[in-house]
């Protein structure tokens, strides 16, 4: 290997100990003799990866019924209820104890924005459209009923051919398409946050596809996961770096029902 390579000086290339992809390649260019080099480069880990559901909001208190009849409807523009509000208080104030951080990420989508922003009134999140809800298209704007009355050659055939998390509904996307999404997320922080205390503020069903991603978890157990044990409204969870590997701490911990069992007692 040619020690003049032009795009990367090899002596300042440093391997951390602290590592969540061992051997990822890397292809560099040297442009005087137009060969492509391959290089192990690894990324260190963030220290602290805290992940929020948004709070209470217009689309989790209607049915899917209502939701598909309401032409004005909009997954990505439903805002926080009024009790959405006070789970979002509540929420910023026990992170606020606990946490120091030094980066804020945040789904785009309003109810996720509302959220942060009760939280930390004076910090503005970097807005990420990887952490959006998983999109489920076709789903978003029919029941059931009406998609196996309108598309029976379609949908439902496929979902059972094709299994529930490589199921991509019409004009959606799959879990397996939401995996992607955040594994590539995650690959940014580790390069642009290594030791960092980060906060992300998403969505639902995202929640599940981290513990796929850091628990090794196969398709069928991620949508089991959520379907089981679904992520409270404005609630936390926090994985800390362990040796190479991202480490479950907290789970979907909801500080507003904390605070009510206090108002109770």
Known sequence: MENNASLVDLQDVRVPKNLYFPEL?????????????????AFPLPKTLVLVRHAEAENNVLSRKDRTRDEGFSTHNCHLTKRGKEQAAALGMWLRKHFTFDRYYSSYYVRALETFRMAYPNIEPIKDARL??????????????????????????????????????????????????????????????PGEHVVVFGHGKTLPVWGKIFGNWDGEETVNAYERYPTENASVTVYRAEGKRMVLDISNFAPWKERQKKKKG
């Open 25 to 41: 390649p890397c292809k560099i260019l040297n442009q005087s003799s137009r060969k492509v080099f391959i290089m192990n480069r």
């Open 132 to 193: 959006i809800e998983l999109r489920r298209g076709i789903e978003d704007l029919m029941t059931d009923k009406e998609i196996d009355k309108h598309l029976p050659w379609s949908e439902k055939s496929r979902k059972q051919r094709e299994g529930r998390f490589h199921f991509k509904p019409l004009n959606g996307e799959s879990w397996a398409d939401g995996e992607m999404r955040l594994r590539n997320f995650f690959l940014t922080l580790q390069i642009e946050c």
